[in-house]
């Protein structure tokens, strides 16, 4: 991490300032008081905010408002973060903050800003804490706190650098492994309790199973019984229907024989009728012959009803022109008359002749006496055809009686010969329903007792029944004993299933106890102890070079143990921190913090190129001890270091100046050489 850039408002001492990081040893030198520490709390507020420090620490006498906005560079990548507080009824709170990169602006809550800046950082820490331990500890280490670290327990100490090396995933591993092993142990108690009657079950099922067999072959038992009465029962149905047919068909008999026996005298009526009535139609018949015979007597018509209807018309038709012929004659001789009484004609006026007109009337009576005589002839031929048309009509009705006579004559022989017929079938109907009366008689006799074996039969049968209903009820129960007796087996068998995964997953849970317990917790403590060795090692050997570039001349050797304690020997001898000079601690302390600067560069990639932020590094340093410093810095391979003194021999150890001066009231950074 580069800092690039800083912008200050109402920050502590200061009212408004910005501060350009170049890359180098960068000095903000001052007199105590001046603000020059209020510049890197400013930093470590716009990175973590609040943490451990309070906001009337932070925020300007008398102002509402503060805030701090921090331009910084990761591996190449800009990002600006600004945080801000406010001054509200309740006290200074936090204020939404916002963090910059990618070309665009992340508005956060304090708390998401804290998270972010972790995960830019790549410190592996708890969102929860108050304070990055990393950043403290192996970055910027404020003045009052440079040698606390030397005085902390060891376990603390330890704790707190597997944080800043970032291995303390270690120890929380180990930790939740025991939380886990704690939780297993408990889970494999709870189930030995939930298997605890897994063996009663399992007898218990076994009893259940024997029953269940005994039941099955009861049942199946019951079932072969029951089919057999089953059996012998159709049979009886069988035979009871059989006897119900002839009982109903005797029945059926005993209800025809009357109707037969009225049948029979019906037909006996029927032959009777029919006799007599061929007698009738025999005496019918010889009357009719005798009829028929004096008709063919009668002499027979030559001429046709057709032809004599012709005639007839005929004669009238020339009787009707005769008559006409006379009346005309008449009516001549009756104008010739007329003409020879008034001997003049009329229409022409000529004088009548009379002796012509005579002539002419002689004439006209000539011909209407031939005419006359015509029409006494014609008369004469009406009457003979008058006649002759009443013996027509008179042969016509004795033919058309003789015709019928014929057609009753031939329907009485028809009719006697299907009465003979009918007689004839009738009589052979009569034998056989007369045999079927006898047959039908001697049935019913023969079956007197049926109705008793029908109430034997179903006596019987009634027996078979209830037998039946008992085995039937009898395998229902059982059925109903076995469906019980099922569910109860597979409720036994489900918790059983559930009991035996329960025990798999105890003896799993056990693997996992066997394994956590002596594998796992073991390899843990191993990987632990040889990646802290391999640490430990390499941070004792930076740890003593930069401590012996400090007291180069002195007679006390330093070291650091398993627990990353430093210890302090004299002559051979083990002393406690507490008997060092105020230049001995301080050169301890900053020897212990450039070590653990160096190791989390290795273990950071946002460090890589990493920032030391130096408080009041020389603090209780002699003369000789500070000009050391030059060479302490100049060891250090780092990008960007900020020192921050009072010191002013450190102005040439460093690349870029900042002075800072407090005028009334009020910090001011003034750029230097």
């Not at 030397?150 to 330890?158: K, V």
């Not at 069988?238 to 009982?247: A, H, N, P, R, V």
Request: net charge negative; with cysteine.
């Amino acid at each position: 991490m580069i800092i690039k850039r800083l912008e200050l408002k109402n920050f502590r001492s200061y009212k408004e300032e910005e501060i350009e990081f170049p890359l180098g040893k960068i000095l903000f030198e001052g007199d105590v008081g001046s603000g020059k520490s209020s510049i890197l709390y400013a930093i470590e507020f716009a990175l973590f905010g609040l943490g451990e420090m309070s906001g009337d620490m932070l925020m300007r006498v008398g102002e509402e408002e503060t805030s701090v906005k921090l331009v910084f560079e990761i591996n190449g990548k800009e990002y600006s973060v600004f945080r801000s507080l406010a001054r509200k009824e309740k006290g200074i709170a936090q204020k939404e903050g916002w963090i910059l990169y990618d070309g665009r602006r992340h508005f956060l809550s304090s708390t998401e800003m804290r998270k972010k800046i972790l995960d830019i950082l790549n410190f592996k820490e708890s969102v929860k804490t108050k304070s990055s331990f990393i950043y403290r500890y192996a970055i910027f280490t404020p003045q009052e706190e440079m040698k606390e670290i030397l005085r902390m327990r060891s376990e603390d100490r330890l704790q707190t650098l597997r944080k800043a090396f970032g291995i303390e995933d270690y120890k929380i591993a180990k930790e939740n492994a025991k939380l886990i092993l704690d939780e297993i142990k408990s889970k494999i108690r709870f189930l030995e309790g939930e298997i605890a009657d897994l063996d009663k079950l399992m007898k218990e099922k076994e009893e259940k199973r024997k029953r269940l067999e005994n039941i099955k072959s009861e049942i199946e038992n019951l079932e072969n019984k029951k089919n057999s009465v089953s059996q012998r029962l159709e049979e009886i149905k069988l035979e009871i229907e059989k006897l119900d047919k002839m009982y109903e068909e005797i029945s059926k008999i005993e209800v025809q024989l009357p109707l037969l026996e009225k049948e029979v005298r019906e037909k006996k009526n029927i032959i009777l009728e029919k006799e007599n009535e061929n007698r009738i139609l025999s005496k019918e018949i010889i009357s009719i012959e005798k009829e028929l015979e004096e008709g063919r007597k009668i002499e027979a018509i030559s001429i046709s009803e057709d032809e004599l209807r012709e005639k007839i018309f005929e004669n009238i038709k020339n009787k009707e022109e005769t008559i006409k012929k006379i009346s005309e004659i008449r009516l001549i001789i009756k104008n010739f008359e007329n003409l020879l009484e008034k001997g003049i004609c009329p229409t022409c006026g000529r004088v009548v002749d009379p002796e012509e007109f005579k002539e002419k009337i002689i004439l006209e009576r000539k011909k209407e006496e031939e005419i006359s005589k015509e029409y006494e002839k014609i008369k004469n031929e009406e009457k003979i055809l008058n006649e002759l048309r009443d013996k027509l009509i008179q042969y016509e009705k004795i033919s058309k009686r003789l015709e019928e006579l014929e057609k009753r004559l031939k329907e009485n022989k028809e009719k006697i010969y299907s009465n003979e017929i009918k007689i004839s079938e009738t009589e052979k109907e009569l034998k056989e329903l007369e045999k079927n009366i006898l047959e039908k008689r001697i049935l019913v006799e023969n079956n007197k007792e049926l109705y008793a074996k029908i109430e034997e039969k179903n006596k019987e049968k009634t027996i078979f029944e209830k037998h039946l209903e008992e085995i039937i009820s009898q395998i229902s129960s059982l059925k109903g004993n076995l469906k019980t007796l099922e569910e109860i087996l597979s409720e036994i068998e489900i918790q059983i299933d559930k009991k035996m995964r329960k025990k798999e997953e105890k003896e799993k849970l056990e693997e996992y106890v066997i394994w956590i317990q002596e594998l796992f917790i073991p390899a843990l403590d191993m990987i632990e102890k040889n990646v802290l060795l391999t640490i430990n090692h390499e941070f004792n050997e930076i740890f003593q070079k930069y401590f012996y570039m400090l007291m180069e001349e002195s007679d006390i050797r330093v070291r650091i143990d398993e627990s990353f304690s430093p210890i302090v020997e004299q002559f051979g001898y083990e002393i406690g921190i507490d008997s060092l000079s105020g230049g001995e601690k301080t050169s301890l302390a900053l020897a212990y913090r450039l070590a653990l600067n160096l190791m989390v560069r290795k273990v950071c990639t946002s460090m890589k190129n990493n920032i030391l932020i130096l408080d009041e590094p020389t603090d209780g340093f002699s003369k000789d001890q500070i000009f050391k410093m030059r060479e302490v810095l100049n060891n250090i391979d780092c990008s960007q270091i900020i020192i921050v003194s009072h010191e002013k021999e450190l102005e040439s150890f460093v690349d870029k100046i900042f002075y800072v001066e407090k005028i009334g009231n009020i910090s001011h950074i003034r750029e230097g050489p």
